[in-house]
């Protein structure tokens, strides 16, 4: 089946594209002379562009025009660059890089050779404090378990999952919060928890939604 026509995929590479080249909604609607709305339902998968635009768009990027509506592997090499989904929340029972739970996407300059074990995350709460704050956004490497002292993504009792520093024992984790305000929460091999991830890098600055 063809990918023309396909708003999520036209959604999903053109998000790509303007955090490739550092674009904004407000860069595209100034310099194509477009208005921001009709941008921001491209961005959000809500409208397909005619194809007049399509190519609009990919001139303005000095890119084909298949670039934007063939589906493509997010992780792939584009000058140097990786792209990840953004999710909005991480929690146990159901797949949390579905399609439904991606908010955005993320890049960093860093080769890495599985990028499809890749995600990130924004920080909610205050917890860990001063090191990291609410809204930051934190990359996640997909994995089962971390060393002691690493900062991992750990889910719960089916909750969402929590950004902390882990602590091995021998019979026990810790949780360890940066912010003094939160105790320290010790789980057993008993407990129901699960560590889906570390933190490989923070506080990336540049988001499209």
Not at 66 to 71: R, T, Y
């Amino acid at each position: 089946m063809s990918d023309l026509g396909n708003k999520e995929i036209f959604a999903k590479n053109l998000n790509y594209y303007m955090n490739l080249n550092k674009k904004d909604r407000n860069d595209l609607a100034r310099d194509l002379n477009l208005p921001y709305t009709t941008i921001t339902s491209w961005c959000k998968g809500e409208f397909y562009p005619r194809i007049d635009k399509i190519q609009l768009l990919a001139n303005y990027f000095s890119i084909q025009k298949s670039d934007l509506v063939e589906d493509k592997k997010l992780g792939n090499t584009l000058n140097d660059k990786r792209v990840f989904p953004l999710l909005g929340t991480v929690k146990a029972g159901y797949d949390y890089l579905a399609n439904e739970n991606i908010i955005g996407y993320i890049n960093i300059d860093k080769k890495i050779s599985d990028p499809e074990n890749y995600f990130a995350l924004k920080v909610v709460g205050d917890s860990m404090q001063p090191v990291l704050y609410e809204d930051d956004i934190i990359v996640v490497h997909k994995q089962n378990d971390v060393e002691s002292g690493q900062i991992a993504i750990v889910l719960v009792d089916g909750e969402e999952g929590t950004v902390k520093k882990v602590i091995k024992h021998d019979d026990y984790i810790e949780l360890i919060a940066f912010n003094s305000y939160y105790p320290p929460r010790k789980l057993s091999k008993n407990d129901n928890f699960k560590i889906i991830g570390k933190v490989v890098e923070a506080r990336i600055s540049k988001i499209f939604e």
